[in-house]
């Protein structure tokens, strides 16, 4: 967008805040509407089921046309007007497809909103979300340009699975080296039996001598 549909955007939509919006008695169906309507071009049109949950909102900004029902899901058009403000002979030509440039740029101007208006809180929520699933996508740009289809995810295919298998066995980790026992001196041996006796020898004599050292103090 050029500079100047930039700077009349950000009228627009700071006017749409500023309106106040104007109810329509109930319908048949018991829905009604709720009008928010500014001079500079922005409208947005919602309709209300009689428990008051939103069922259908229809935003336009400037010359671009924003569309959500309920179970439906957002569509885009374009607006053929006289003028900046919308009248009844302004006719709405709707887009074959989703128009992701025109979903970005209704979801950039209506970021900042942070007012306590259900309906604009309502609409800002639904286009935040169309703009974070075109990201995922991969079909939106921060700048957005001229309108391109969405772009579906990559999905890794079956065919990749055994070029992965080909690139050779999967390393494993090493077994554990067997446990190496010394060889046993039997000379180390003998004396270590050896020293053993005598120590039991000396222990029982100790022994022996405390006993009658008991037996003569008594």
Request: charged content about 15%; overall charge neutral; hydrophobic content about 45%.
């Amino acid at each position: 967008m050029s500079e100047l549909s930039s700077e009349r955007l950000k009228a627009a939509v700071l006017a749409l805040y500023q309106a106040r919006p104007v109810e329509g008695p109930p319908g048949d169906d018991g829905q009604r509407s709720v009008w928010h309507l500014s001079t500079q071009g922005a409208e947005l049109l919602s309709f209300v089921d009689p428990e008051g949950r939103v069922q259908r909102q229809e935003l336009t900004l400037l010359d671009e046309h924003c569309v959500w029902s309920s179970g439906v899901g957002l569509r885009t058009g374009r607006v053929e007007q006289d003028g900046a403000v919308r009248t009844e002979t302004s006719v709405v030509h709707p887009d074959a497809q989703p128009v992701p440039a025109r979903l970005l740029r209704a979801a950039l101007a209506l970021e900042h909103y942070q007012g306590e208006d259900r309906y604009i809180l309502h609409i800002q929520r639904v286009l935040a979300l169309a703009r974070q699933g075109l990201v995922l996508a991969g079909g939106a740009n921060p700048a957005p340009g001229p309108a391109a289809p969405v772009a579906s995810a990559p999905v890794a295919s079956a065919s990749a699975v055994p070029a992965l298998k080909a690139q050779g066995p999967v390393p494993t980790a090493p077994s554990p080296l067997p446990l190496q026992v010394p060889a046993i001196d039997p000379v180390m041996l003998r004396r270590q039996k050896t020293e053993g006796l005598t120590m039991l020898i000396v222990l029982g004599m100790g022994l022996l001598f405390s006993v009658l050292l008991l037996y003569w103090l008594l």
